[in-house]
């Protein structure tokens, strides 16, 4: 068992993995290779999203990792969770990001604020991975702004009726609960900002087109369309004017997972490299024998550890109940652009071949990108760690 110990602050961090922790890691891997690979370049060319393989991870107990089992998830801590996520990722990031966004951003905001009714209602079901959840927040004109949103939800007895257009939702046209930030207070910014839970088919909440992206293509992403959408009190998670500290605090977390993801698609370009790298001959030598290509992967595979070193110690700080807020935007920050780098090589590297669809490595590249944007664009993560040494 490799035992890897790291200083963080006052504490020295031990990654010792644990025998479960090798468990996971072992069974997502196998996962990935049986049920992803095979399909990985399809899907993406057709954008198709991976139904079956949501389903199987749902029964593996991926889809709830870090919910306890009181409430049918896997009771895991979030350095399990990202062991199982760099897996997923290192084959296909598109399923990665369905299953980040129901673990971290869904589930995780039920365990954090919903109500013990809205746990038994939609937590279960979202943990065991019967049903798949969606995050509801930017809008046409709020991206990194977030809370400059417009979308309302007037209070109307023991109602509210929801107004407005939310876009980029990832999962918003599979899933079938949808966790949504909405203003309940016109002028109050942040303050004003209040989370619910919609469920699709609920009148008056319609389904945009499937948007048609760079990469992670067999993802599903949308708009979401509220019109006089009416859902009753109960629906509100938390209370009104908290939203906004909701919806960060979910961010915080699922900034990690993200990071997790593009380490794994990094790991993936590495890998391919040096298979390549080992295989390509060209002036009667292997491509490997060069030092041109032996500098491009030694500086790979550092920044993939550093990267991997980074999300550990923010997973670890999360799980003993720190504040990892900075160093979760450190391992975004620097996970998501380890991965830009890797992909953008690893296609020099195959030179030609690398810019063809059937060897699989031009889909890292557009895949990579996204990790540099969503949940925090880059620029919003160096804006979070400044504030933090500057405050
Ligand atoms: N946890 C808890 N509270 C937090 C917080 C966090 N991580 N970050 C901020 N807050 C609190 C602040 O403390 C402050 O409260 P107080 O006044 O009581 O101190 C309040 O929230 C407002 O904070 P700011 O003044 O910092 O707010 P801001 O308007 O300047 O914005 C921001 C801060 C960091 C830029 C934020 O808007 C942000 O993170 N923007 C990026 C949005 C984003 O990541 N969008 C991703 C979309 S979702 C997605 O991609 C999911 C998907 O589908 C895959």
Known sequence: RRSIRINCGKNMIDFTLTSDQELIQQTAREFAREHLAPGVIERDDKAEFPNEQIKLLGELGFMGMMVPEEWDGSGFDTVTYVIAMEEIAAVELATSTVMSVNNSLVCQLFVDYGTEKQKEKYLR????????????????????????????????????????????????????????????????????????????????????????????????TCELYFENCRIPVENRIGEEGQGFKIAMKALGGGRIGIAAQALGLARAALDASITYAKERKQFGKTIGEFGAIQNILAN??????????????????????????????????????TAMKAATDCVQIHGGYGY????????????????????????????????????
């Not at 699989?360 to 969503?374: C, H, W």
């Open 300 to 337: 790979m595979a550092t920044e993939i550890d550093a990267a991997r070193f980074l999300i550990w110690r923010a997973a670890k700080l999360k799980d003993e109940g720190k504040n990892y807020i900075r160093e979760s935007s450190m391992a975004k920050l620097f996970a998501s652009s």
């Open 125 to 220: 079901s979202l943990a065991s991975g019967t049903k798949l959840g969606a995050y509801s927040l930017s809008e046409p004109q709020s991206g990194s702004d977030a809370s400059n949103m417009r979308t309302f939800a007037q209070k109307d007895g023991d109602h509210y009726v929801i107004n407005g257009t939310k876009n980029w939702v990832t999962n918003g046209i599979n899933s079938d609960i949808v966790t949504l930030f909405c203003l309940t207070e016109k002028g109050a910014g942040y303050k004003g900002i209040t989370a619910f839970v919609v469920e699709k088919g609920t009148p008056g909440l319609s389904v945009g087109k499937k948007e048609d992206k760079l990469g992670i293509r067999a993802s599903d």
């Open 356 to 391: 063809m669809q059937e060897y699989g490595v031009e889909r890292l590249m557009r895949d990579a990108k996204i990790t540099q944007i969503y949940e925090g664009t880059s620029e919003i993560q160096q804006l979070v760690i400044a504030r933090d040494l500057l405050q």
